[in-house]
């Protein structure tokens, strides 16, 4: 895919009026196609980090179209360049994977940073957007939280089904309710309302329920 086409994928946003939009997504689009993952989704090709952020951004439009621009901007970086810091390169275990996502979430907002100066936004956007991706102030910040449900509603539309295939249900009903914990009660319903459009097995949807009952 070229880099033109790339960018246009990840827009969640054509009609802005911000004049560095259109560099930004150049900037990040160029980032994702790096990954050296392919993917292809309704017969086109494109990477797993094209394909992760736009739907990520899609989904932030979806849930608030009028999200500040942090946000918008943040969606873009998520993950930027994580397939450069997989997760085989730290020990096993909680203790490794705790290493690896904190590892992983300051360099996202490292290059994040240094992306957006390289277009021409303020530091200060680019601290607002590096305090909305590290989510420390997720349920009093509506920003952190708008991403967040964004990246929770992105993983139960694309990688919930395939997480539960090979896994114990235990295991599947505390990620479920690890999940649901995260979002925003705006999160919570935007799930139960695409629920009936996602190909998942009759005990997920239970297990979706199930927490939603719990609270």
Do not use: N
């Not at 439009?61 to 970086?77: K, N, Q, S, T, Y």
């Not at 993983?155 to 309710?177: G, H, K, M, T």
């Amino acid at each position: 895919m070229d880099l033109d086409r790339a960018a246009a994928t990840l827009d969640a946003w054509p009609e802005t009026v911000d004049t560095r939009w259109p560099a930004v997504l150049r900037a990040f689009a160029t980032h994702h196609l790096d990954d050296p993952r392919e993917f292809v989704r309704d017969g086109v090709a494109m990477t797993i980090a094209l394909d992760y952020h736009a739907r990520v951004s899609a989904w932030v439009r979806r849930l608030d179209g009028d999200a500040e621009i942090a946000v918008r901007l943040a969606a873009l970086a998520q993950h930027v360049r994580r397939f450069e810091l997989p997760r085989r390169d730290y020990p096993e275990g909680v203790v490794g994977y705790k290493r690896w996502r904190a590892a992983a979430m300051l360099r996202h907002v490292e290059l994040a940073k240094a992306t957006l100066t390289s277009v021409g936004y303020e530091p200060a956007l680019g601290d607002r957007v590096g305090a909305v991706m590290l989510k420390k102030q997720l349920h009093h910040d509506p920003g952190a939280a708008l991403l967040e449900d964004a990246v929770c509603l992105r993983f139960v539309q694309d990688e919930l089904a395939a997480f539960a295939a090979d896994r114990e249900p235990e295991a599947v009903a505390a990620i479920v309710a690890k999940t649901w914990a995260k979002m925003s009660p705006a999160g919570h319903a935007a799930t139960l309302a695409v629920l009936p459009s996602l190909s998942l097995s009759s005990r997920l949807v239970e297990l979706v329920v199930a927490a939603t009952a719990a609270g």
